[in-house]
């Protein structure tokens, strides 16, 4: 059974940092690509970073670009997603997504197993 558990969430200051952490189970992030979306009430769930199994390529959408890193620790079998100089309109629910494309790809429905998410929450 696949599992996607997200943590790190929570509630900083515009200007902070947060790391959230995917942990998975049942799939390994080395054969797989796993990227984080987010998601506001009433909007669609938007990519965010991605990075794809196949050569560790990064992806990254343009309003994270320079603020966001999106790693993985294979050991750990876990994707992070480092968040530097948070701003208030990066507030959202925060999801993990795997699939087996070799590519990151940008629509939800490309993706097969997600987690729960977590909040986070940029006060300004």
């Known amino acids: 059974q696949v599992q996607l558990v997200e943590s790190g969430g929570g509630l900083v200051q515009a200007g902070g940092s947060l790391r959230l952490s995917c942990a998975a189970s049942?799939?390994?992030?080395?054969?797989?690509?796993v990227a984080w979306f987010r998601q506001t009430p009433g909007k669609e769930r938007e990519l965010v970073a991605g990075i794809s199994w196949s050569n560790g390529n990064r992806h990254y959408a343009d309003s994270v670009m320079g603020r966001f890193t999106v790693s993985r620790d294979i050991a750990q079998n876990t994707v992070y997603l480092e968040m530097n100089s948070l701003k208030p309109e990066d507030t959202a629910t925060f999801y993990c997504a795997a699939a087996r494309w070799y590519t990151v790809r940008d629509q939800p429905s490309d993706y097969d197993y997600w987690g729960q998410g977590t909040q986070v929450t940029v006060s300004s």
């Open positions: 049942g799939l390994t992030v080395s054969r797989n690509t």
